[in-house]
């Protein structure tokens, strides 16, 4: 019998050894800058579509009571979407998957997709059921306040109910991006929000006035427009899911449904969801109270709200998803083969661009925010009165952008160590903060006090899970945080002066009639502010080459 061959990792010397490692290690930040570049990229796809559907919107349909219905009736499965999609469901599924696939290997894993799939089909269809009966409720609780316009109130259930299924396709869109992260295919998952508001800007463009034409409510083409952008992004993630033979296999008997539900790996998925459903439907509850005041002020302020709320997403869509994305599943690989290093230096690196990136977006909303709103949204039954009231609102969450996007690094530090109680309970504590601060923001700022309020309790809320981590020890700081901060915060002071001058130099409202003039100002202003920041950073001595590779 032959001797078995030694393997080059034996009879390498150390050292050699040590050069394999820091390859590896090497081309693993390398493939996290280039997953978390294209989750980005496709992130802008998705709010630059997102931004010219609620510009088509904002021009069609203007500020009304009507609009208002048809935001209150989208936040509701939107909102749910955030709870069990997105939020509960996927903190709790990735990490088990992750750990399953570097722990079990590929053949268990499929096998746990098929009885999560199974298991989540049949409580989506209980729930449609649910929300479409009991939709006066929902839209009550959510904003009791339309009642003063009784047609608004009315075509708010309408639209609820015929939106409500849509909850459904984006759970299943959840699993299946779950799915895909984890086998590290993040640009089908990325990209599926761009039909959403494609299906959308066509039901505005051609639904609504075909509807006028027949005496219909123009506004109600919008619900169909959310659930065709459902389906169609349900569509491109089973086709993915095809391609790499990761289709699930969804039983639709109660023999099926028992099965799955037998699956150790299905019951610690919803073990998990339980705390991690706390901790989002926490945020959720702070977004319906708010909703409700704000149904309770000036008519438009729900529209309002929303349209700073778009604004303030593309820095926490395009900066905080992205990383929480591409970093979720690799720090719960790297916890289930107890690598504590690697776990606590992509959390670092993590925060390390939330910084670098996160901070000027903040001065820039919290400094430029009227020429942002002016140019995007003043057109058509937009007024300059509407400009005004979302400038103060996109202010408002500016204050806390830098929080919005940091949570969204260290919540899946906690979640991939499966460890989901912590963050909800200071989820329900900040919920507390958020409503005292309320109290006394709303008096005194209207609608914008309700963002103030949300964007201080966003600071407090990521000062309080990094303080966790850091206790923990599961996140060790390396050296050089107090120079880095220090340099983007003198490169940051420099944009604001900036920012604040061209702010005021340019009479952004003014220009209403000469919409390419401002439109080619701004694009200029943006380009110059760039510059300027990362000059400075560069001035400054921050190697940003180096900072993403280290």
């Known amino acids: 019998m032959m001797p078995a061959k030694p393997s080059i990792v034996t009879v390498m010397p150390r050292a050699g050894a040590r050069y394999i490692a820091g390859a590896a290690g090497y081309t693993s930040r390398v493939s996290l800058i280039k997953s978390a570049s294209i989750v980005s990229l496709l992130t802008l796809a998705s709010r630059i579509t997102g931004l010219v559907r609620d510009l088509l919107m904002a021009s069609t349909f203007g500020v009304s009571a009507m609009t208002d219905a048809f935001w209150v009736a989208f936040r509701i499965p939107n909102m749910l979407r955030r709870m069990f999609a997105e939020g509960a469901f996927s903190q709790a599924f990735v ?114 006035p075909w509807l006028a034409q027949h005496g219909i409510e123009p506004i109600f083409a919008m619900a169909g427009g959310v659930m065709l952008g459902g389906l169609l992004q349900l569509g491109a993630i089973l086709l993915a899911l095809r391609h790499m033979g990761l289709t699930p296999r969804i039983g639709l008997n109660g023999r099926a449904l028992r099965q799955a539900w037998a699956q150790p790996d299905t019951r610690r998925v919803a073990q998990l969801m339980g705390p991690a459903l706390l901790g989002v439907s926490v945020a959720q509850i702070s977004l319906l109270i708010n909703t409700q005041i704000a149904s309770h002020l000036a008519v438009g302020s729900v529209s309002w709200l929303n349209s700073a709320s778009l604004l303030m997403e593309f820095p926490t869509a395009m900066l905080g998803v992205a990383l929480g994305v591409v970093l979720m599943p690799q720090l719960a690989a790297a916890k289930a083969a107890n690598d504590a290093d690697r776990f606590s230096q992509m959390i670092d690196w993590g925060l390390r661009l939330v910084l670098l990136l996160a901070l000027p977006a903040a001065v820039a909303l919290l400094t430029f925010a009227q020429a942002l709103v002016a140019v995007l949204f003043h057109n058509g039954a937009f007024t300059a009165r509407d400009v005004a009231q979302t400038t103060t609102a996109l202010t408002g969450y500016g ?152």
């Open 95 to 208: 990490p088990v998957l992750a750990s399953s696939r570097e722990l079990r290997g590929e053949a268990a894993t499929h096998q746990l997709i098929d009885a999560v799939a199974t298991a989540l089909t049949w409580a989506l269809l209980l729930t449609s059921i649910l929300g479409m009966v009991g939709a006066p409720v929902l839209v009550y609780l959510m904003a009791a306040g339309l009642q003063q316009s009784p047609q608004g109130f009315d075509a708010a259930v309408q639209m609820t109910r015929w939106m409500f299924p849509y909850i459904a396709c984006m759970s299943l869109v959840a699993l299946g991006a779950g799915v895909l992260n984890t086998w590290k295919k993040f640009a089908v998952p990325a990209a599926t929000p761009v039909l959403l508001n494609i299906a959308m800007i066509a039901a505005a463009w051609l639904g609504a």
């Open 399 to 550: 204050v806390g952008l830098l929080g919005l996007v940091a949570i969204k690094v260290l919540t899946p530090g906690y979640y991939a160590s499966q460890n989901i109680k912590a963050p909800a309970m200071i989820a329900i504590a900040v919920l507390g903060i958020t409503q005292a601060l309320n109290l006394v923001f709303v008096p005194l700022f209207a609608h914008a006090g309700l963002a103030l309020a949300i964007g201080v309790g966003a600071l407090v809320n990521a000062i309080w899970l990094l303080i966790g981590l850091i206790r923990s020890k599961a996140f060790v700081p390396q050296p050089g945080w107090g120079r880095f901060a220090l340099q983007v915060m003198a490169a940051s002071i420099l944009l604001s002066v900036f920012l604040v001058w061209a702010n005021q130099a340019i009479p952004w409202v003014a220009l209403h009639e000469q919409k390419f003039k401002r439109i080619a100002l701004l694009v200029a202003v943006i380009a110059a502010a760039v510059f300027v920041y990362f000059f400075a950073i560069w001035a400054s001595g921050v190697k940003i080459k180096q900072l993403l590779r280290r």
